[in-house]
């Protein structure tokens, strides 16, 4: 059994960041904390050890989603996901986030994503098939191709 990943959200949108909470916890893992602004997302990735932040691109105080992954990604060990329901605005070197999980996503798209995320940080490369609705950045698209 791999380790349940410990998850925390960065969405402005309470009653998304509600539901995935409990998408995550229903999936197993753990919510660690959830921020809306990229100064509570900052601060909140430097009070926990989380695994996985979901980052959404636009929070309260702006589109600052971008800079909040360029934050965790120098200073922490956390794997940086982006949600957003535009994956256009995110920059070629995805800002070192592993990818972006596409909005709105399904319950079982983001349970099969986990999966995925968790393969992946626990033992990479993962071994499942990259979920549908999951794009892998151009780094990790190379670091976790499947043997062939």
Do not use: C
């Not at 800079?67 to 070192?96: L, W």
């Amino acid at each position: 059994m791999i380790e349940p990943l410990k998850v925390l959200i960065i969405e402005d949108e309470a009653l998304l960041a509600m539901e995935l909470e409990s998408l995550v916890e229903d999936a197993g893992h753990s919510v660690v904390g959830w921020a809306t602004s990229s100064a509570e997302a900052m601060a909140m990735a430097d009070a926990t050890e989380a695994d996985i932040a979901f980052v959404d691109i636009h929070l309260s105080d702006g589109p600052s989603g971008i800079d909040v992954a360029k934050y965790i990604g120098e200073r922490k060990s956390s794997t940086v996901v982006f949600m957003t329901a535009n994956p256009k605005r995110i920059p070629d070197h995805f800002a070192g986030a592993i990818g972006v999980i596409a909005k709105p996503y399904t319950m079982n798209g983001l349970t099969s994503a986990l999966r995925y995320l968790q393969e992946g940080v626990r033992r990479p490369p993962p071994v499942s098939a990259r979920p549908a609705g999951f794009t892998l950045s151009p780094a990790f698209e190379t670091a976790w191709a499947p043997a062939a």
